[in-house]
């Protein structure tokens, strides 16, 4: 891969400023935004997707030491995770097979089932959810419709090829379908497992599709708020990775602020039990979907959660809260935090 030069590097770094920059003062925006992100990256390595999302042009150094920045995620990854285990996790197929038990609807391998197992999956659930078995942020997820049988030969091989995990749709809850029913609105909780095998769950978030796409991904135009963890409800307006913000839906509009979550208990006693599966993998972002009749249902683990969507719509960063946590796993291990 052919490395950017300075001059190229230099203009992409405009382009980020000024089409991410809109509530600054204009006069001299960009080279005083642009030598700021230049020191800020100097003395912390900074990246400039995280300057920006982060609004560090808004704050003062103590504020922006204490966001978990790309630098940190992955300082939390390598201390609370196996990388090993973490292969589990990152492949989807895998994943499945180890938490069956909290996922509540069929699945279907693709590359290690057969044909004539796949047609009986198909009459059972004529529409079904596909995704990759590896993947990120969505890409690649989609709804498949088998009505004519006729083509399932050739649905098949494509599905095949695509080496694609295949899912029962899930019937969403009403008061979550009400924000948008086109996608299923998962919730993103993140927790860590300490070292005395207590499962703290560090964030929660609601996220919400957009009017006619399938999934509530972040980082597909979903949007995202904070969620009390005591109490279920919501206590943020919502975000969308524009920063634009939301105290109804911009579709549906449905209030999100103030929204109880339903079976908040049940969902918290889930994923507290699923964080301690594979106990290697100490920190991970659950996404969680509540079926029709309130059943907890697990869509996927990621080991890399991005904290953006657990900062962004607080504007407040979370590395304070994870500072004593990580001291307290390295001394277990009789290391050294760093």
Not at 58 to 72: G, S
Not at 190 to 200: A, G, I, Q, S
Not at 239 to 254: A, E, T, V
Request: aromatic share 10%; with cysteine; hydrophobic share 35%.
């Amino acid at each position: 891969m052919n490395q950017l030069s300075v001059k190229q590097r230099y203009e992409r770094i405009i382009d980020m400023i000024n089409q991410n920059v809109t509530d600054y003062p204009k006069k001299r925006k960009t080279i005083r935004i642009l030598t700021d992100f230049l020191l800020e990256k100097i003395r912390y390595k900074t990246k400039m997707s995280d300057y920006i999302q982060y609004e560090y042009y808004k704050k003062p150094n103590y504020l922006r030491r204490e966001f978990i920045d790309e630098n940190r995620r992955e300082i939390i990854h390598r201390i609370m995770n196996d990388p090993k285990d973490c292969e589990l996790f990152n492949n989807k197929t895998e994943f499945n097979r180890v938490f069956t038990k909290y996922l509540g609807r069929d699945w279907f391998d693709t590359q290690n089932d057969t044909f004539e197992n796949f047609r009986l999956f198909v009459e059972k659930h004529k529409k079904f959810f596909v995704k990759p078995a590896e993947g990120w942020f969505g890409i690649g997820a989609g709804i498949c419709n088998v009505e004519d049988d006729s083509s399932l030969d050739q649905v098949w091989r494509e599905l095949q090829e695509k080496k694609a995990l295949l899912e029962e749709c899930i019937t969403q809850h009403h008061e979550l379908s009400e924000f948008n029913p086109t996608s299923v609105n998962t919730l993103r909780i993140v927790t860590v497992l300490c070292p005395d095998n207590n499962v703290k769950i560090m964030t929660a978030d609601l996220r919400l599709g957009r009017k006619g796409k399938v999934a509530d991904n972040f980082h597909h135009n979903g949007i995202a708020s904070l969620i009390d963890v005591d109490t279920g409800i919501i206590y943020t307006m919502g975000i969308d990775k524009n920063r634009r913000r939301y105290i109804l839906h911009p579709d549906s509009k449905k209030q999100i602020i103030g929204f109880c979550i339903p079976f908040w208990k049940q969902i918290k006693e889930t994923v507290r039990e699923a964080a301690l599966i594979i106990p290697t993998v100490r920190y991970v972002g659950w996404d969680i979907a509540l079926g029709e009749n309130g059943e907890v249902m697990i869509v996927e683990g990621n080991c890399m959660a991005d904290p953006d969507v657990t900062q962004m719509p607080d504007g407040k960063g979370k590395w304070p809260m994870y500072v004593p946590i990580l001291k307290a796993v390295e001394k277990s291990r009789g290391g050294k935090s760093k």
